[in-house]
């Protein structure tokens, strides 16, 4: 600050009834003015209230001269003046020890200057104001009162006559506790307000109506035709493909009655119908419907109708997924089409997961119909650790299911529980959050040889095959009823929990060159348009076969060549490359599953 600024202290309009000493409150603020008259100025409000009133103050103009600074003051930020130190006193004392910074606190003289200790205090605050030689000033008004800080030139006795309440700048700890409540609970507050009022405006927007569908599997009112998702597709067209279930000869025509959420507007598409080829005979199959979309809008919802004409009220609503993909993006996905028949194969099921977790998943879907109880809580384990995305899968609360493959073996309406439906499902519900999509059963884990993760194996794949989407892996037995002779896995704790030790299966059954070999896959899933259970049926790249020397599926079962003598298995090993990490992770799994 050069040798013409000044400080200014703003008298109060109306004029201020006397102060008892000691009683008063200050308040100062100070600023730097426009660069055409670069001068510190301050204006004292003064009032004999605790809580006086923050307005009245006159203009810079109006003020009253009561003296001048010829230095730099010293403590304060840089660009920034430091105010007078009896002023920052009195403002602590009327706004609280948190009303100062703490870089201007001031430091009280340990006795007084003067044997006159009553002059001492106004003294000590006007040299604050004055010239910088110690001179008091005539002009400062702050000697008109009673302005000090603790123990200002007044001595002990004085100062416990006077009863002052204690004016400290200190970050008192009861002060501290009280801002941090009074911050949190103000953050809450508008939060909460901010969350309802986006929350409000997002139902306002929402005009489309119907009856909105909750469930995994949504029957239509021909209970011919079974809605399961409908999904975002622009890779060909803007269209929105709805992955259901359909009677491959009664269905005829539907149609898609998009909504736009802002308006209610309807737009009807007639749905092309496109039932898989791979039914295996079943009357039911998997069935996309594509529509093509409005061209100058985004539709969020959409009804499916066997009309163009009725009442939308009574149509069920989807909300069309992919629109904007969410949920984490994750390297693999493993989905498990189908778990059904009270599945209890519990130890099996943990070991699988853990070598998936050990090969590099980041996510396993599974569309559960039924499972014993003690499953129900390995799954619940899983869900909470954040692996496993559950898919209710109730199917044959709808229509009469098959536990087979083909239609001759058992002549139901669908087969295998849905398997091919829930699979293409997985597919375009990962589209936007997996990298690649496994489809596999429960019983199987792609097993590298050549490399030591998914990830390092994919890795090196796609550098040799950059147009591949698809990439299918041979499938080999394992009997179950065969047991490797040795006792290095035979862990006493894993007795008493239902369900197969992969550990103990180590000898394949050898491929049959003459027999179709159902190889399982891990797919590019935005690349793949429709999928079988051993093929993929429609996509956009190249698919791959991947040589045994690389990855084979290890697949633990009843035996396919029964008859076969144990002399004819081929021991495989590869499963024991892992059997460290994979045991100390199952004992940790079932330990707290069982106890």
């Known amino acids: 600050m050069g040798p013409g600024s000044r400080w200014q202290i703003a008298a109060l309009t109306p004029a201020v009834p006397p102060l008892q000493p000691l009683a008063e409150r200050t308040w100062c603020r100070w600023r730097q003015q426009e660069q055409q008259q670069p001068e510190?100025?301050?204006?004292c409000h003064n009032s004999p209230t605790l809580h006086p009133p923050l307005g009245n103050f006159h203009s810079p103009r109006q003020s009253h001269l009561l003296g001048s600074r010829?230095?730099?003051?010293?403590?304060?930020?840089?660009?920034?003046?430091?105010?007078?130190?009896?002023?920052?006193?009195?403002?602590?004392?009327?706004?609280?020890?948190?009303?100062i910074p703490r870089g201007w606190r001031q430091q009280a003289p340990s006795s007084a200057a003067s044997g006159d200790s009553s002059a001492a205090a106004p003294q000590l605050a006007c040299q604050e104001a004055s010239d910088g030689k110690?001179?008091?000033?005539?002009?400062?008004?702050?000697?008109?009162?009673?302005?000090?800080?603790?123990?200002?030139?007044?001595?002990n006795d004085q100062a416990k006559a006077i009863k002052k309440p204690e004016m400290t700048c200190s970050w008192t700890k009861p002060n501290v506790i009280a801002i941090v409540y009074i911050a949190t609970f103000m953050s809450i507050m508008i939060y909460s307000y901010l969350l309802n009022r986006n929350f409000s405006l997002m139902l306002k927007k929402n005009l489309c109506r119907g009856i909105p569908a909750r469930n995994t599997i949504t029957p239509l009112k021909d209970n011919r035709t079974f809605i399961i998702a409908p999904y975002f597709d622009n890779r060909k067209n803007n269209m929105t493909?709805?992955?259901?279930i359909a009677h491959h000869k009664d269905i005829k025509e539907l149609y898609c009655w998009f909504c736009r959420s802002s308006s209610g507007e309807i737009y009807i598409s007639k749905a092309e119908i496109d039932v898989h080829s791979d039914r295996f005979g079943f009357p039911y199959g998997a069935t996309d419907l594509k529509c093509l979309e409005p061209q100058d809008w985004e539709p969020r919802f959409v009804s499916i109708h066997w009309s163009p004409e009725g009442d939308i009220d009574q149509l069920p609503l989807?909300?069309?997924?992919?629109?904007?993909?969410?949920?984490?993006?994750v390297e693999f996905t493993v989905c498990i089409s189908a778990m059904f028949g009270e599945y209890n194969n519990v130890l099996q099921f943990v070991q699988s997961m853990e070598m998936y977790k050990i090969l590099g998943v980041g996510r396993v879907v599974i569309y559960k119909n039924s499972c014993s109880p003690l499953m129900e809580k390995v799954l619940d384990y899983y869900i909470a650790e954040g692996i496993v995305e559950l898919i209710p899968w109730p199917i044959d609360s709808y229509l009469k299911v098959s536990s087979q493959w083909h239609h001759l073996m058992d002549p139901k309406d669908i087969g295998y529980y849905g398997q091919i439906t829930a699979l293409n499902d997985c597919i375009?519900?990962?589209?936007?959050?997996?990298?690649?999509?496994?489809?596999?059963?429960?019983?199987?884990?792609?097993?590298?040889?050549?490399?030591?993760d998914w990830k390092t194996m994919m890795q090196n794949l796609q550098q040799q095959h950059p147009a591949a989407g698809v990439f299918l892996f041979e499938n080999h037995i394992f009997p179950k009823t065969v047991f490797t002779p040795t006792n290095m896995f035979n862990i006493s704790s894993w007795s008493t929990v239902p369900g197969v030790n992969i550990l103990s299966h180590a000898l394949r059954e050898p491929d049959r060159k003459n027999v179709f070999n159902p190889r399982k896959i891990i797919i590019d899933?935005?690349?793949?348009?429709?999928?079988?259970?051993?093929?993929?049926?429609?996509?956009?790249?190249?698919?791959?076969?991947?040589?045994?020397?690389?990855?084979?599926?290890?697949?633990?079962?009843?035996?396919?060549?029964?008859?076969?003598?144990?002399?004819?298995?081929?021991?495989?090993?590869?499963?024991?490359r892992y059997n460290v990490s994979l045991i100390g992770n199952v004992n940790k799994v079932l330990q707290q599953i069982i106890s």
Not at 241 to 244: E, K, P, W
Not at 535 to 541: A, I, N, P, R, T
């Open 70 to 99: 010829g230095e730099s003051p010293k403590g304060g930020e840089r660009g920034q003046a430091r105010p007078p130190s009896s002023c920052l006193a009195a403002l602590g004392s009327w706004l609280g020890p948190l009303s």
């Open 40 to 43: 510190h100025r301050r204006w």
């Open 428 to 452: 375009y519900r990962n589209m936007y959050r997996s990298r690649y999509v496994l489809l596999n059963d429960m019983d199987e884990i792609i097993l590298p040889r050549k490399y030591a």
């Open 134 to 155: 110690g001179e008091e000033n005539p002009k400062c008004l702050c000697a008109k009162y009673q302005v000090t800080s603790p123990n200002y030139g007044l001595t």
């Open 241 to 244: 493909r709805v992955i259901s």
């Open 318 to 329: 989807f909300e069309i997924r992919n629109r904007d993909p969410e949920g984490s993006l």
């Open 525 to 576: 899933p935005r690349k793949v348009v429709q999928t079988s259970v051993h093929s993929v049926l429609q996509m956009y790249g190249k698919s791959i076969k991947v040589p045994m020397d690389v990855a084979l599926v290890y697949h633990c079962r009843v035996p396919e060549q029964a008859n076969l003598p144990r002399e004819s298995l081929i021991k495989d090993t590869t499963l024991w």
